[in-house]
């Protein structure tokens, strides 16, 4: 074992991550919010919730808002349709179905006939909001998909969680937008004028395209063994020349595109960022170089952000906590993302760590400069002698509409915001 190994497994550590104990402030909500925020995410889909009155609402502000200070659209928050359950149908939220065991699935049968309707059983107890992302396309691949002809050159993405990943707009669109420059169709399914269309074409793709270190990787194995279309996966969406580069040559490779057009277009885009990046080289190397940094989010978040820091910045990374509280299954391969994918010589400590409160506490006493996390740590950020920028969730201080850190341009932004919180006059 390498000094470096030795040295991760005395700084990999993880709270209560199979939720056995309390957690204090997760940065998620439950498996109900998920499902709800993406069927929000799909224009045209109306979410009817079998739940209290104030489960819409409490969503409306634990996960709508906490998702960028977004809205929920003409059938979100206030406006979504609900059967209104109340205190004595057992208790006052969206588990009550669950636990007194309506056949939801009937009342569904009875009128699906009238309108494309199918039913996700995703009771709050039931996990987080990440797996309530999950849910919505397993019972949505259960009820309403159907074979259809492969369309090739044409690739679904997953692995993107409405509000969760607070850029998700803007991300899904930075990738279709690229691969469709290198001469691929990409259904991005969400803020599509036609949603549930392109629900519905999910089975013709060629290819589906995974953008997480874990989530959405159930989703496309189970495609692939109901319309036997294969799938590629990605750490997370891509931050920066070097990662979207070569996540258009993989996808091309993949699906045959012309290696020279990939090329050229690789070529054009990291030769526009690179050069925009030297603008900002004065501020980098004279104030703030090779400076230490932290991270506070989630998975894919975490490691498109040091990637892209570490690798392309030349910055150091000092701990990085993830937030989402993925399986156990999957840890490995992200702490290589955060580790071997890294051109550094000394590894980061890697925490998974969901709980808020002791994930401040893990920052007590540490020399990083720069705190890329949520909005729950901007006001503790002063406390450790560090500058705050808000990557993930929640944010309740950043207004995130179109805009990301996805891709070429992306890159380029997250370098705006962190260098905005030192750069001044003289």
Same mark, same amino acid.
């Given at each position: 074992?390498?000094?470096?190994?030795?040295?991760?497994?005395?700084?990999?550590?993880?709270?209560?991550?199979?939720?056995?104990?309390?957690?204090?402030?997760?940065?998620?909500?439950?498996?109900?919010?998920?499902?709800?925020?993406?069927?929000?995410?799909?224009?045209?889909?109306?979410?009817?919730?079998?739940?209290?009155?104030?489960?819409?609402?409490?969503?409306?502000?634990?996960?709508?808002?906490?998702?960028?200070?977004?809205?929920?659209?003409?059938?979100?928050?206030?406006?979504?349709?609900?059967?209104?359950?109340?205190?004595?149908?057992?208790?006052?939220?969206?588990?009550?179905?669950?636990?007194?065991?309506?056949?939801?699935?009937?009342?569904?049968?009875?009128?699906?006939?009238?309108?494309?309707?199918?039913?996700?059983?995703?009771?709050?107890?039931?996990?987080?909001?990440?797996?309530?992302?999950?849910?919505?396309?397993?019972?949505?691949?259960?009820?309403?998909?159907?074979?259809?002809?492969?369309?090739?050159?044409?690739?679904?993405?997953?692995?993107?969680?409405?509000?969760?990943?607070?850029?998700?707009?803007?991300?899904?669109?930075?990738?279709?937008?690229?691969?469709?420059?290198?001469?691929?169709?990409?259904?991005?399914?969400?803020?599509?004028?036609?949603?549930?269309?392109?629900?519905?074409?999910?089975?013709?793709?060629?290819?589906?395209?995974?953008?997480?270190?874990?989530?959405?990787?159930?989703?496309?194995?189970?495609?692939?063994?109901?319309?036997?279309?294969?799938?590629?996966?990605?750490?997370?969406?891509?931050?920066?020349?070097?990662?979207?580069?070569?996540?258009?040559?993989?996808?091309?490779?993949?699906?045959?595109?012309?290696?020279?057009?990939?090329?050229?277009?690789?070529?054009?885009?990291?030769?526009?960022?690179?050069?925009?990046?030297?603008?900002? %080289?004065?501020?980098?190397?004279? =104030?703030?170089?090779? &400076? +230490?940094?932290? @991270? $506070?989010? #989630?998975?894919?978040? /975490?490691?498109?952000?040091?990637?892209?820091?570490?690798?392309?910045?030349?910055?150091?990374?000092?701990?990085?906590?993830?937030?989402?509280?993925?399986?156990?299954?999957?840890?490995?391969?992200?702490?290589?993302?955060?580790?071997?994918?890294l051109e550094i010589t000394s590894w980061p400590d890697i925490v998974f760590?969901?709980?808020?409160?002791?994930?401040?506490?893990?920052?007590?006493?540490?020399?990083?400069?720069?705190?890329?996390?949520?909005?729950?740590?901007?006001?503790?950020?002063?406390?450790? %002698?560090?500058?705050?920028?808000? =990557?993930?969730?929640? &944010? +309740?201080?950043? @207004? $995130?509409? #179109?805009?990301?850190? /996805?891709?070429?341009?992306?890159?380029?932004?997250?370098?705006?915001?962190?260098?905005?919180?030192?750069?001044?006059?003289?």
């Amino acid at each position: 074992m390498s000094t470096n190994e030795k040295e991760l497994k005395e700084n990999i550590s993880s709270s209560d991550s199979l939720g056995l104990g309390s957690i204090e402030g997760p940065k998620y909500s439950c498996a109900l919010g998920g499902a709800y925020g993406t069927a929000l995410a799909v224009y045209g889909l109306v979410p009817l919730l079998h739940s209290g009155l104030g489960c819409g609402l409490g969503q409306l502000f634990g996960q709508l808002y906490a998702g960028g200070q977004n809205a929920g659209g003409p059938v979100g928050g206030t406006s979504t349709p609900t059967t209104g359950l109340v205190e004595e149908h057992v208790i006052f939220s969206g588990c009550v179905p669950a636990l007194i065991g309506d056949d939801v699935n009937a009342v569904v049968r009875e009128y699906g006939g009238e309108a494309p309707l199918f039913s996700i059983d995703a009771p709050g107890f039931s996990g987080n909001s990440y797996e309530g992302y999950e849910l919505f396309f397993e019972a949505l691949i259960n009820q309403i998909l159907a074979p259809l002809p492969k369309e090739k050159g044409t690739v679904n993405i997953f692995g993107v969680v409405p509000y969760q990943h607070i850029f998700w707009k803007g991300e899904l669109d930075v990738v279709k937008n690229l691969l469709e420059k290198i001469g691929v169709k990409a259904n991005i399914i969400f803020t599509e004028a036609d949603g549930v269309e392109k629900l519905k074409q999910i089975p013709q793709a060629e290819y589906n395209v995974v953008l997480s270190a874990w989530n959405g990787h159930r989703i496309a194995k189970k495609i692939e063994e109901k319309f036997e279309i294969p799938f590629i996966t990605f750490p997370g969406v891509p931050i920066g020349p070097k990662q979207i580069s070569n996540f258009l040559r993989t996808v091309g490779e993949k699906l045959g595109v012309d290696s020279k057009k990939t090329a050229e277009v690789i070529k054009s885009e990291e030769r526009r960022t690179y050069r925009f990046i030297e603008y900002s %080289g004065d501020a980098l190397i004279l =104030v703030h170089p090779h &400076s +230490y940094f932290a @991270v $506070v989010t #989630d998975s894919n978040t /975490a490691i498109g952000v040091t990637q892209f820091l570490v690798n392309e910045m030349g910055y150091l990374p000092d701990i990085i906590q993830l937030t989402d509280n993925p399986p156990e299954e999957y840890r490995e391969n992200i702490i290589k993302e955060l580790t071997e994918k890294l051109e550094i010589t000394s590894w980061p400590d890697i925490v998974f760590e969901p709980d808020s409160h002791l994930a401040r506490e893990n920052l007590r006493g540490r020399p990083f400069q720069f705190l890329f996390a949520s909005s729950l740590e901007a006001n503790s950020a002063h406390e450790f %002698g560090a500058l705050h920028v808000t =990557v993930g969730f929640p &944010s +309740y201080n950043h @207004v $995130v509409l #179109d805009d990301s850190y /996805a891709g070429y341009r992306g890159s380029l932004r997250l370098i705006e915001d962190y260098i905005s919180t030192f750069a001044g006059p003289l």
